[in-house]
């Protein structure tokens, strides 16, 4: 339900604004004679559909960095509560002993 609800406030906007902007636009690649045209609204919506995925892109390439860190910091953890626990199995059976009389 929340979901229906957060859908339907994201999308009633922008349907307006494609509505609200119907004329047409000429992009043209600079380079080359490739041109085309579209609607305002579609120009618009389709950049910031572009900027939302490498802006993502760009975001989870640094998630990605950090959990390999993460990873890594917990193997390093895991070695050391090994070699903890392997020095304290050595050093009991030494402390255990009476004094020599």
């Known amino acids: 339900m929340l979901l229906l609800i957060v859908t339907l406030i994201i999308s009633v906007p922008v349907v307006l604004f494609a509505l609200s902007n119907t004329e047409p636009v000429r992009l043209a690649l ?3 004679d490739y041109a085309l045209e579209a609607p305002l609204s579609v120009t618009i919506l389709v950049a910031m559909a572009i900027a939302f995925i490498l802006g993502a892109l760009i975001v989870w390439l640094s998630v990605l960095a950090q959990r390999s860190r993460a990873r890594r910091a917990e193997r390093t953890v895991r070695m050391l509560e090994a070699q903890v626990q392997e020095l ?8 255990s002993l009476p004094p020599a009389a």
Request: aromatic share 10%; charged share 25%.
């Open 88 to 95: 304290k199995a050595r050093t009991e059976p030494a402390l």
């Open 30 to 32: 600079w380079p080359t």
